[in-house]
């Protein structure tokens, strides 16, 4: 089975360029996750997607960041205008759908992006 | 407690030392634990979701432990060798299913 993956590993962009971000999910997982982890700090939630919809956005930062998830399967983020403290890895992660709460698995990261902004 | 933290921050220990880490979080709102292991530029991989008081869940060297009540868990790992260096990442899971990190626990085994 494949894992989720993430594209790119890396980018360096100049602050005010645009980047986008893709993560394709584990096949069939509903649930799609955005995480960040600027250095020194914690990993911190910003998404969570069900299958297309925005189940949760409340960790995005403001409105130069935009994720999308068109048809239920890869999901892209987009920082638009990029700024110095955008900076940090970009993990994505999914689950599967249709289990309660406590259900005990885990979630699958991606690898990240590293975004770097100059 | 408000927020996931763990202690130490980091850990040097020599091959073949037992070690152990702490994840204290709050205990309401609680639906799961989980632990990762995670080297920088890999995937944080899965090592344990826990849910119940009392769980404990073992593979391999590493075994961990779980407390609701007073909200802690133990990370443990026996006799370690080098490829066990890598940050160890602890997170609760609440009614809303996401994941709510602490700092991780950096460890560095020397041979």
């Given at each position: 089975e494949a894992g989720v993956t993430q594209f790119p590993s890396h980018s360096v962009i100049e602050k005010g360029q645009t980047v986008t971000l893709r993560c394709d999910?584990?096949?069939?997982h509903d649930n799609l996750y955005w995480y960040r982890r600027v250095m020194g700090k914690e990993?911190?939630?910003?998404?969570?997607?069900?299958k297309e919809s925005k189940q949760d956005e409340s960790g995005m930062p403001n409105n130069r960041f935009l994720a999308e998830r068109t048809g239920g399967t890869y999901s892209t983020l987009?920082?638009?205008?990029?700024?110095?403290e955008d900076?940090?890895?970009y993990f994505c992660a999914s689950s599967p759908g249709g289990a309660g709460r406590r259900a005990p698995y885990g979630y699958t990261f991606g690898s990240g992006t590293r975004l770097t902004v100059v | 407690i408000l927020n996931v933290e763990q202690s130490p921050q980091s850990l040097h220990v020599q091959e073949g030392d037992s070690t152990n880490f702490t994840c204290s979080f709050p205990s309401s709102n609680f639906y799961a634990l989980h632990w990762y292991r995670w080297e920088t530029a890999k995937s944080p991989?899965?090592?344990?979701v826990m849910t119940l008081n009392g769980d404990e869940k073992k593979k391999g060297r590493i075994s961990a432990t779980l407390n609701t009540k007073e909200g802690y868990s133990y990370l443990y790992i026996k006799g370690?060798?080098?490829?066990d260096s890598a940050t160890y990442l602890c997170a609760t899971r609440g009614s809303n299913y996401k994941l709510t990190f602490?700092?991780?626990t950096l460890l560095t085994v020397n041979p």
């Open positions: 999910p584990i096949s069939g990993i911190k939630f910003l998404l969570h997607f069900v987009k920082v638009q205008p990029a700024e110095l900076s940090g890895v | 991989e899965a090592l344990f370690s060798q080098p490829e602490g700092k991780g």
